[in-house]
Nanobody, 116 residues
Framework: QVQLVESGGGLAQTGGSLRLSCTAS????????MGWYRQAPGKQRELLAS????????YYVGSVKGRFTISRDNAKNTMTLQMNSLKPEDTAAYYC?????????WGQGTQVTVSS
């Protein structure tokens, strides 16, 4: 059974940092481009960042460029999102998935709340 599990969320102050992790079971992430997504209340889920299978190519949406860093460790079958300079508008549930995302593989997500 394939599972993607996100962790590392929590409460942060404006300007603070959090580091999110994505672990996979039942599949090897190394073959796939992976992405981090988020969904704020009342909004659609959006792609924030993606990283190629080998870790050499990246994409960041404009709102997080320069603040967030995506990385992966294929040996550990994990992916991370380092989030710095957090803003209240970063408050959302954060998810990992393939890019493009695999329908039905969404995990529970990890909640990030940034206080002003």
């Amino acid at each position: 059974q394939v599972q993607l599990v996100e962790s590392g969320g929590g409460l942060a102050q404006t300007g603070g940092s959090l580091r999110l992790s994505c672990t996979a079971s039942g599949m090897l992430l190394s073959a796939y481009t992976m992405g981090w997504y988020r969904q704020a209340p009342g909004k659609q889920r959006e792609l924030l960042a993606s990283i190629s299978s080998g870790g050499s190519t990246y994409y960041y949406v404009g709102s997080v460029k320069g603040r967030f860093t995506i990385s992966r460790d294929n040996a550990k079958n994990t992916m991370t999102l380092q989030m710095n300079s957090l803003k209240p508008e970063d408050t959302a549930a954060y998810y990992c998935n393939g890019q493009p995302p695999w329908r039905g593989y969404w995990g529970q997500g990890t909640q990030v709340t940034v206080s002003s």
